[in-house]
C-alpha cells in the first residue's frame, strides 16, 4: 500500500523538516534565499507575531466590554475607553509589544534597505497598534510612520498605516496633522484595499466629528456602513449616524436610523436610548401620530428593568408634549421626570432645564428663574447646555431681584402710612399667615410621599410676574425667601414642597446678608420673618429713609427695563418697565436716558409715533445732551469715534513717553490732555500716567496728593483702584520717610508672597505618595506598587524609593516620567486600585505627581498644604 501525500500535507511535511534543519544549523537574517525566507516567515508569523496579535485581541475585547457610552454625547466610533479606563490593556499590549520587538530582533530580513520576511511589517503596524490603545501616542505615531515610509512597495501596509495614523493623530486633537494624513489617502485612493473601505470611511468620520463638520461626517459615516462586515460595528455607526442628522436637525432621517437600531442586535442600552431619541425626534407639524411612540412608551415605564430609567422615559414623553404644544402636560410630565431622578443628576439636569425653558417661554420669569437654578445645581458644568442656562439664571436673578426690590420697597411705604394701631393689627396677621402657611407646607410634606406627583404638579403654578406695585407682605413666601441668591443658599436640592428649606421643619430660611445691606440696608441680625421687629425696623418713617426707598425703586425700574431689553429680548415689558418709571417718577436721575431707551424700542417695534414723541421730548428738554446730538446729527457717532481716536492715539504717544522714562513730557501730555480732550474719557488714564511720572521725579507726599486727587475726581473705575493700591504700598516703603518712589513699578498687589513652586510640564515627573501613619510598613506598599508597575507598566524603566520627612511622615515616590502628562496617567491609573493603600485611612495618606525641581523644594519645606495648593491649581483639574 503507497503512503501518499496530498499538496497540503506534503507543504506541512516540508515545512516541518525545514524548521528542524534550520532550527538545527541556525538560519541567516543576512541571506536572501528560499530557506532562510521560510525559516523566517513560518517562525515570526506562528510564533511571535501570532501570540502578540491575539493578546492585544483579547486586550481590546476587555477594552469594548468595559467602555461606558455617553448617551448624552454623540458616541465614539473607536471604544478605546477613557485614561483610566485604558490602563486595563496595558498588560495585554505590553505582551504585544515584546512579542513583535522579539520578532523584528530575531527575524527581520532587512537586506539592502528591504524587508524579505513579509510578516516585520505586521509586526511594526503590532506595536503601534498596541501604543495607540494604551494612549501612548507619539510611541504609536511614530510606528506607523516608519511603516509607511519604509514598505513603499507594499500598497495595502502603507494604506492600512496612515489610517491608523489618522486615527491617531485624531485622537491626540492634531487635527491638522489627520488632514495631512487624509490628504495622501486621498491622493492614492484608486488603490485603496477594498477590505480598508470601511475603516478608513470610520476613521474620516471620527475626524470629522472631532471638528464638529457633522453635515460632512454623515456621508462618511454611511460609507463605513456600507462597507463593514461587523454586525456589533454596524449597528454602532448607526446610532452614531442618527446622531449626526439630529445633529443637522433632520428629525426625520434621525428618526430612521434609530428605529433602524432597535431593529438591529443592539446592546439593552443602546435600544433604550434609539427608542427614547426616536420619541424626542417626533415631530408633530411632520404629520405623524405620537400614539405608538406614546404606547410604547408607557409600556416600557411599567417595566421593572427600567425603574432606573423612568426619569428618561418621562422626559421623552414631555418631547412629543411639546411637539403637540401641549405645555402643561409637558410640565407635569418634565416634573415626573424630576421626580424619578434618584441617580442621574445630569437627566435631572435637562428636565430641570426643559422647565426652565418652558415657564420662560409663557414667560413667567420669576418661576423660569428657580428651575434655572436648580438646573445648575444638577447638570455638570461640562455639559454643552450648562452655559446657556447660567446666562439665562444670571439674568433672571436680576431680574427677580429688582422685581422684588420694587414689591418690598411699595409694601414698607405702605405700612409706613398705617397708624401704630393699624400697623400692630397688620403685623400680628402678617405674622399668622406665615404660621399658618408653614403648617400647610408641613401637611403637604406629610402627603407627598403618598401622592408626590399631584403635589408638584402644583408647585409654582400662582407665580407673580410684575411684581412691582403688588402687596408683599401678602405672600408670605416672598417674605420667607427673601432675595438671596437662590443657587448658594439652597445648593442640590429635589424639587418638591419646601425644596427650598434645608431643615424641613424650620420655620422659613433667612434672607442673605448682602440683599438686606445692598437693597433693604436692614441690620444682619434682623432675620425672624415672625418677629415684629423684622417689619419695623425697614419701615421708612422718617424723610431721608423715604428718600432712599425711592431711590431703590427708581434704580430697580430701570434695570428692569434694561434687562428685558438687552438680556430677555422682551420689548412689551421694556417699554412697559420705562413708562411705569417715569409716571411714577418723572424727574428721575433716568429720564433723560429712559426718554432714548423708549425711543429706541418703539422705533424697532414699528411705533413711529411714539418713537417721535420720546426723540421731540429728548431735543426740547435736553438740547444739549449727547443724546440730542446723536438724533440730530446722524455724522455726530462719527465724529465722536474720530474724537476717540485722537485722544487714544495721544495717550499712546504719553504711554510710549512713560516708557522711555521722559517723565516731564508725561505730565505735560496729561495737562494737555484735559484741554484737547476735555470729555474724553481718556482722561483718568491720562492723570494715573501724570502721578506716577509724579512719584517718579518729586517726593512721596507729591505723589501721595496726586493719587489722593485722582481718587477724588473719579470716584469710579479701574484707575481708582490702582491709584488706591499704589497709596498702599507706599505706606508699607516710605518707613516714615519723604523720599522718592523706588524705581521698580508699584504691583497691583505688592504684599502677595510668590508662590515656591514653578510650573514646567514638560520637565521629568515623579509620583509620590506621604505616609502620615507612623509605624506603617513602606516595604510593603512598594512591593505591591512594584507589582502594579510590573503589570501595567512593565516597559517603563520605573524604580521605587522611599525617605522618611519627619519622625511621623514619611513618602514612597515612584520615578522617573518623561513628563507630567505620562505621570497624570500614571497616577490616574493607580487611583484605580485602591487596594494598593489597604491598612491606611484615606486621611492617612496624599499621592500626586511633581516636578523633579519641585520635589527638591517640597522636601526641604515639607509643607503638603502649601504644594497640594499649587498642584491643586495647576494639575488636579488639568
Not at 38 to 57: D, M, P, V
Not at 387 to 414: G, M, T
Not at 654 to 659: D, K, L, M, S
Not at 802 to 816: A, F, H, T
Request: aromatic share 12%; charged share 25%.
Amino acid at each position: 500500500m503507497k503512503f501518499r501525500l496530498s499538496n497540503k500535507n506534503s507543504f506541512a511535511w516540508f515545512l516541518t523538516v525545514a524548521v528542524f534543519v534550520f532550527s538545527f544549523y541556525g538560519c541567516s537574517r543576512k541571506k536572501n534565499n528560499f530557506f532562510n525566507r521560510a525559516w523566517h516567515n513560518t517562525t515570526s508569523h506562528y510564533n511571535g507575531y501570532f501570540n502578540g496579535r491575539e493578546a492585544l485581541k483579547e486586550g481590546i475585547a476587555t477594552l469594548e466590554n468595559t467602555h461606558t457610552d455617553d448617551y448624552d454625547k454623540i458616541l465614539e466610533i473607536f471604544q478605546t475607553g477613557a485614561p483610566e479606563q485604558a490602563s486595563s490593556i496595558n498588560p495585554n499590549a505590553d505582551k504585544a509589544i515584546k512579542k513583535a520587538s522579539l520578532m523584528i530582533q530575531r527575524h527581520s530580513m532587512l537586506i539592502k534597505g528591504k524587508e524579505y520576511c513579509r510578516w516585520i511589517d505586521d509586526c511594526y503596524m503590532l506595536i503601534g497598534k498596541s501604543h495607540h490603545y494604551k494612549k501612548d501616542f507619539y510611541p504609536a505615531a511614530e510606528m506607523f510612520n516608519y511603516v509607511i515610509k519604509q514598505y513603499t512597495d507594499k500598497p495595502a501596509t502603507i494604506a492600512e498605516g496612515r489610517i491608523w495614523l489618522l486615527r491617531n493623530y485624531t485622537a491626540m486633537n492634531r487635527l491638522t496633522s489627520a488632514q495631512g494624513v487624509i490628504d495622501n489617502i486621498e491622493a492614492d485612493i484608486e488603490v485603496l484595499p477594498e477590505k480598508q473601505v470601511g475603516h478608513y470611511a470610520a476613521a474620516y468620520a471620527d475626524f470629522l466629528i472631532k471638528k464638529e463638520e457633522y453635515a460632512n461626517a454623515i456621508p462618511q459615516l454611511e460609507k463605513a456602513i456600507a462597507n463593514t462586515k461587523n454586525k456589533r460595528l454596524v449597528t454602532r455607526y448607526t446610532y452614531i449616524l442618527a446622531q449626526l442628522y439630529e445633529k443637522v436637525n433632520d428629525k426625520a432621517k434621525a428618526s430612521l436610523y434609530y428605529a433602524q437600531v432597535l431593529k438591529k442586535n443592539a446592546t439593552y442600552d443602546m435600544a433604550f436610548n434609539a427608542q427614547i431619541n426616536l420619541a424626542l425626534m417626533f415631530d408633530a407639524t411632520a404629520g405623524g401620530s405620537s400614539a405608538d411612540l406614546k404606547k410604547t412608551l408607557r409600556k416600557m415605564s411599567r417595566d421593572d428593568k427600567n425603574i432606573e430609567y423612568l426619569d428618561r422615559i418621562y422626559y421623552a414623553l414631555a418631547g412629543i408634549a411639546i411637539s403637540e404644544s401641549e405645555y402643561d402636560e409637558a410640565i407635569k410630565l418634565l416634573k415626573q421626570s424630576v421626580l424619578a431622578s434618584t441617580s442621574n443628576t445630569k437627566q435631572k439636569g435637562l428636565s430641570y432645564l426643559k422647565l426652565a425653558d418652558l415657564y420662560f417661554d409663557k414667560p413667567e420669569y420669576e418661576t423660569s428663574k428657580y428651575y434655572y437654578d436648580s438646573t445648575l445645581t444638577a447638570l455638570p458644568q461640562e455639559h454643552a447646555e450648562y452655559f446657556r442656562a447660567e446666562a439665562k439664571r444670571n439674568s433672571l436673578e436680576d431680574l427677580v431681584k429688582n422685581l422684588k426690590i420694587i414689591a418690598f420697597e411699595d409694601s414698607v411705604q405702605k405700612l409706613a402710612q398705617m397708624s401704630s394701631t393699624e400697623l400692630d393689627i397688620y403685623i400680628d396677621d402678617m405674622i399668622a399667615k406665615i404660621i399658618e402657611e408653614e403648617e400647610r407646607k408641613r401637611f403637604e410634606e406629610e402627603n407627598a410621599a403618598l401622592n408626590p406627583i399631584n403635589t408638584n404638579q402644583n408647585t409654582n403654578q400662582n407665580s407673580n410676574q410684575n411684581t412691582g406695585g403688588k402687596w408683599y407682605f401678602d405672600n408670605p413666601t416672598a417674605v420667607s425667601f427673601g432675595y438671596g441668591e437662590f443657587a448658594r443658599i439652597w445648593g442640590n436640592r429635589k424639587l418638591e414642597d419646601n425644596w427650598r428649606r434645608k431643615n424641613k421643619e424650620s420655620v422659613a430660611p433667612t434672607m442673605t446678608e448682602n440683599a438686606l445691606e445692598d437693597s433693604l440696608a436692614v441690620k444682619k441680625d434682623t432675620f425672624d420673618v415672625k418677629s415684629k421687629e423684622y417689619y419695623l425696623r425697614n419701615i421708612p418713617t422718617t424723610q431721608a429713609a423715604k428718600d432712599s426707598s425711592n431711590a431703590r425703586i427708581v434704580d430697580a425700574y430701570y434695570s428692569l427695563g434694561m434687562i428685558y431689553r438687552e438680556q430677555l429680548d422682551d420689548k412689551p415689558r421694556s417699554v412697559e418697565a420705562f413708562e411705569t418709571l417715569l409716571k411714577r417718577y418723572p424727574n428721575n436721575k433716568y429720564t433723560l436716558a429712559s426718554y432714548y431707551q423708549l425711543y429706541r424700542l418703539n422705533l424697532s417695534m414699528g411705533n413711529k409715533e411714539r418713537a417721535d414723541y420720546y426723540r421731540n421730548l429728548i431735543i426740547k428738554q435736553y438740547p444739549d445732551s449727547e443724546y440730542a446730538n446723536i438724533l440730530q446729527n446722524p455724522n455726530y457717532l462719527k465724529e465722536l469715534e474720530a474724537f476717540k481716536g485722537r485722544a487714544a492715539e495721544f495717550y499712546g504717544e504719553t504711554f510710549a513717553a512713560y516708557e522711555a522714562q521722559d517723565y516731564d513730557v508725561v505730565i505735560q501730555n496729561a495737562n494737555q490732555a484735559h484741554i484737547r480732550f476735555e470729555k474724553s474719557d481718556q482722561l483718568p488714564r491720562f492723570d494715573l500716567l501724570k502721578a506716577i511720572a509724579i512719584g517718579k521725579t518729586q517726593k512721596l507726599n507729591a505723589f501721595e496728593a496726586a493719587l489722593k486727587e485722582l481718587i477724588a475726581k473719579y470716584p469710579k473705575g479701574e484707575e481708582r483702584k490702582e491709584a488706591e493700591n499704589i497709596l498702599k504700598y507706599i505706606e508699607e516703603v516710605r518707613g516714615g520717610a519723604d523720599e522718592k518712589l523706588p524705581d521698580e513699578k508699584p504691583a497691583n498687589n505688592p504684599t502677595i508672597e510668590q508662590s515656591l513652586y514653578r510650573l514646567n510640564k514638560d520637565t521629568v515627573h515623579y509620583y509620590v505618595a506621604v505616609i502620615g501613619k507612623m509605624g506603617f510598613n513602606n516595604n510593603a506598599l512598594k512591593a505591591k506598587i512594584s507589582d502594579f508597575n510590573s503589570q501595567f507598566y512593565s516597559l517603563e524603566s520605573l524604580t521605587i524609593k522611599n525617605m522618611m520627612i519627619n519622625p511621623l511622615s514619611q513618602l514612597v515616590y515612584v520615578e522617573k516620567f518623561e513628563n507630567a502628562a505620562k505621570a497624570k496617567s500614571y497616577f490616574e491609573t493607580i487611583k484605580q486600585k485602591p487596594e494598593i493603600y489597604e491598612g491606611l485611612a484615606p486621611e492617612e495618606y496624599r499621592h500626586f505627581i511633581i516636578s523633579a525641581g519641585n520635589f527638591n523644594i517640597y522636601y526641604k519645606d515639607k509643607n503638603i498644604d502649601k504644594y497640594l495648593e499649587f498642584y491643586n491649581t495647576n494639575y488636579a483639574n488639568n
